[in-house]
């Protein structure tokens, strides 16, 4: 994953202002530590920080056309460079890069190629023909784009808050699938899916197609020439990743550089759910499997720089950043620079458990929709830049454009929690890789209940914060807290605590106006509170906070109730689940 800071516009085209600009983009370079590049053209510059995954020598940034008057720097992944360099055979690449493509693009179709793209991506592209310039970010907002304006006139793009918030007036987070056009004077929405429009699909579900589409989601995902593996938490999601990864590993190029033995990682306080799930399915496919221990006090002890690397005070994200955060540089000592990772299936699928309260198939498909356009507020944040802090991308093959579109075309009644007919959460998704004769995952981890990343590295990790934000943060300063924070007032000693770290270091007003607020239970929007009644008095963003659901449901005791559940069916792991839950 790459760093980009573009500034366009200047009235300042000094050597002093260059310096600024190499001053600033300096504060990316952990984004890409590989090699830093430079554009200027009268009073516009492009900065570029690489983190070399696809043609490590020849590929440095910024990128151009072949006169190089049309000049790009972009951070992303484009997985389907190759059929794209094949439509436009008219055209002179210079290097290998799956980025360089979109200066061709550019040049051959204008501003509308964006939705030819097949990746992660966001970008900076300028005409110095016409002295114009458009900015994208990907559909779903995988990677981080902030957009700002400054006093002199200028627009500012960048990969990061820290990298602009101290010379722009006011700077936002850009929207997912949206591009900027200098020509056009405005933001307009690229990616149109149908399921935007939040209406309730009625596709039949078929699960070898999904099952297909997420194989080749995956597969095109092992695109690299650098060492990489897979964040293995043992619970479904990444689960699927590796064994899909593993299974289709030997047939890839990548494994002619790098072998055919996957590489799994995992972190965790010791004795945690996650740890024994993952090193459970890493024996079953047979990974080179690493297994990483954290203590509360460590990951305390790193909160702040957490939260200056992830730039949000938003209570789940930091929670679930911390392990991911320590766990990436332990990665990143092994020389491993690329990972896959499961984000996305919870809100394509309503995987969080609040969705067993889901009232009717409208509601649940609103929410999944909902969930999906905020993602990039949350898990892609939190997956993106608590990995890049430590030169680390990470990939998720779950939020595959083509992938969502075949499974948001799903009728939502296939999705609904159903324990009479033995659905449990996800269970379109486990239904699709249940297969008798080639087993991708034993039954127990393929029908495992949901845990959120931050309980499952242990339930101790969530209350190990909230004691010591407890020390930290007094009876008065709670109590005054919407004098001091008026805007998004933390409700909490712990969300308290975070939002006086992340004002250190980013005290404007436009910088607290980037992170989502709002009531929330085990991850779900505020309009889904409403779902029961009882949530409202419980607002907690762990999945234990689903009473009534979740088996430990603040109390660990109830783990055993399906600690031991055999390979049995998803009826009888759901029957177990709902007896456990009844208990609560």
């Not at 078929?206 to 989601?217: C, G, I, M, N, Q």
């Not at 999944?368 to 949350?378: D, E, G, M, N």
Request: a negative charge; glycine letters at 8%.
């Amino acid at each position: 994953m790459c760093g980009i800071l573009a500034v366009l516009g200047c009235v300042d085209s000094s050597q002093a202002k260059r310096s600024r600009i190499i001053e600033l983009s300096r504060r990316l370079r952990h984004r890409g530590p590989d090699w830093s590049g430079l554009h200027c053209f009268e009073n516009c510059y492009l900065a570029h920080q690489r983190l070399a995954i696809v043609d490590p020598t020849s590929g440095d940034q910024p990128l151009y056309n072949e006169d190089k008057t049309v000049v790009v720097t972009v951070n992303g992944e484009i997985y389907n460079h190759k059929e794209l360099r094949e439509k436009l055979k008219g055209h002179e690449f210079r290097t290998g890069s799956d980025c360089e493509v979109i200066a061709h693009l550019y040049e051959e179709y204008g501003e509308d190629f964006v939705d030819m793209l097949d990746g992660m991506f966001s970008f900076v592209l300028l005409d110095t023909r016409s002295k114009t310039f458009i900015a994208a970010r990907d559909a779903i907002g995988i990677t981080p784009l902030y957009m700002g304006w400054g006093l002199d006139g200028s627009i500012w793009f960048a990969s990061e808050m820290k990298a602009l918030s101290d010379d722009c007036e006011r700077f936002v987070s850009f929207l997912p699938g949206h591009i900027y056009s200098s020509k056009q004077g405005g933001l307009r929405r690229w990616y149109n899916p149908p399921w935007y429009t939040e209406m309730v699909p009625s596709g039949h579900y078929d699960p070898l197609v999904l099952r297909k589409a997420f194989e080749k989601a995956v597969t095109k995902r092992l695109m690299t020439d650098v060492p990489f593996g897979v964040l293995l938490s043992g619970g479904l999601d990444s689960s699927l990743v590796a064994a899909v990864a593993s299974r289709h590993l030997v047939d890839s190029e990548a494994a002619r550089q790098w072998g055919s033995q996957l590489h799994t990682f995992c972190v965790g306080l010791k004795g945690s759910p996650d740890l024994g799930a993952a090193r459970e399915v890493a024996d079953y496919l047979g990974t080179r499997h690493h297994e990483f221990h954290f203590t509360v006090q460590e990951g305390i002890d790193a909160l702040e720089e957490v939260i200056y690397h992830i730039e949000t005070y938003d209570v789940t994200t930091i929670r679930a950043s911390t392990p991911m955060f320590l766990m990436s540089r332990k990665i990143k000592s092994l020389g491993v620079k690329m990972v896959l990772s499961g984000e996305g299936s919870d809100e394509i699928f309503g995987g969080y458990l609040y969705f067993h309260k889901a009232p009717n198939k409208k509601e649940f498909h609103e929410e999944t929709c909902r969930k999906i356009k905020a993602l990039h507020l949350y898990d892609c944040l939190r997956a993106n830049k608590s990995t890049s802090a430590w030169g680390l991308e990470a990939r998720v093959p779950f939020l595959d454009k083509e992938f969502i579109s075949i499974a948001m075309s799903i009728d939502p009644e296939w999705k609904m929690i159903r324990p009479d007919l033995g659905r449990i959460e996800k269970w379109v998704l486990r239904n699709a890789f249940d297969d008798e004769k080639e087993p991708y995952l034993p039954k127990h981890i393929l029908y495992r209940q949901k845990e959120q990343f931050s309980d499952g590295v242990g339930y101790s990790w969530i209350d190990g914060l909230k004691d010591h934000a407890e020390k930290q943060v007094t009876d008065a300063m709670l109590m005054n807290a919407s004098f001091i924070y008026p805007e998004n007032t933390p409700m909490t000693k712990e969300a308290y605590y975070y939002r006086t770290i992340f004002e250190k270091f980013f005290p404007k007003n436009a910088a607290r106006s980037t992170v989502p607020g709002g009531p929330s239970v085990a991850c779900s929007t505020a309009k889904a509170v409403e779902w029961d009644a009882a949530w409202s008095k419980n607002l907690d963003p762990s999945g234990r906070a689903a009473l009534g659901v979740h088996v430990a449901a603040y109390d660990e005791k109830l783990n055993a109730k399906i600690a031991n559940v055999p390979n049995d069916s998803p009826q009888e792991i759901q029957v177990t689940v709902e007896k456990a839950a009844a208990v609560v």
